[in-house]
């Protein structure tokens, strides 16, 4: 099987569309930095407005760390989209192209033909993460430096110190990847489906427009799916920059305010991954190759 994941990975980088997504994130985030580089301190101003007269900040707001939040909040909508590309292909890229038969006459079980097929979908989902951890949080702390993190909710500032932030982007960004792992286990579910890569990825980008809809609407008959949709809990990644306090109202520096709902979504989002990756095998072992 790991034959077969390397030859997978290959097929999946010399794809032009591979590139093109690293270019996609390399290039919105140099959008972000240059722009909050430029316009930083009047963007900061105007998010600050209604908190000027409460307090005053003794420390630079616009550093990597805030950055960094930014870029997270804005490209984790955007990112399933260049993961869909690829992981929606797997399947019926090979039957558009007709080598799908041509593949199972290797002396391989389709199970684990099936499964190099998933993981080097899950390993292309990571490494875009991991870019996009380079550029958004090494690459920011580089050129805006670093100090406390200034989160801004819609009633109140969370206010991180330096030291207690860069363990919470690595949670961050680990919990971001098990998300962004379930939208690729949901596109290459769907890729079974069909046989070309217009419908799988359109399809992958339906659903999760459609449950992120269902998961944000406050109406009553949809409480009910609420927290079974995958699209609930991929923004818990945010739990990790709120905090608990003392009786004095001051930061427990360590800690988290809510750690079950990191747990509870994460079990969520592995359940899913689970079912989609576990059905696409049960799909494959059963379905009569013509392409």
């Not at 875009?128 to 949080?137: D, R, S, T, V």
């Not at 709120?242 to 988290?256: R, T």
Request: one cysteine or more; charged letters at 15%.
């Amino acid at each position: 099987m790991w034959v077969h994941l390397r030859i997978e990975l290959y097929k999946i980088f010399r794809k032009p569309r591979t590139y093109l997504a690293f270019a996609a994130i390399t290039a919105l985030i140099a959008v972000i930095q240059i722009g909050l580089f430029v316009d930083g301190k009047e963007y900061t101003e105007f998010v600050m407005a209604d908190f000027a007269n409460s307090f005053a900040v003794d420390g630079k707001i616009l550093n990597g760390y805030f950055i960094c939040y930014v870029i997270l909040q804005l490209l984790l909508i955007h990112v399933p989209l260049l993961i869909a590309l690829i992981a929606a292909d797997m399947i019926s890229g090979e039957a558009n192209m007709g080598t799908l038969r041509l593949l199972l006459t290797k002396p391989q079980s389709r199970t684990a033909i099936v499964t190099a097929k998933f993981l080097a979908s899950v390993i292309y989902t990571l490494m875009l993460l991991i870019w996009i951890a380079i550029l958004g949080l090494f690459v920011s702390m580089l050129v805006f430096g670093t100090d406390d993190l200034f989160i801004m909710k819609s009633s109140y500032v969370v206010i991180v110190k330096e030291s207690d932030v860069f363990w919470r982007y690595a949670g961050a960004f680990c919990f971001a990847a098990l998300a962004m792992v379930t939208v690729a286990s949901l596109g290459f579910f769907l890729s079974f489906f069909a046989e070309n890569s217009i419908g799988p990825i359109v399809a992958t980008m339906s659903v999760i427009i459609v449950c992120t809809i269902l998961s944000t609407m406050n109406i009553p008959i949809f409480n009910i799916i609420k927290p079974y949709l995958f699209t609930t809990h991929m923004i818990t990644w945010k739990e990790f920059f709120d905090f608990k306090v003392n009786d004095a109202n001051e930061a427990i520096v360590g800690s988290i305010q809510y750690p079950e709902k990191i747990i509870h979504s994460s079990i969520v989002l592995l359940v899913h991954i689970i079912g989609f990756a576990g059905g696409a095998i049960l799909l494959f072992r059963k379905k009569d190759i013509l392409s």
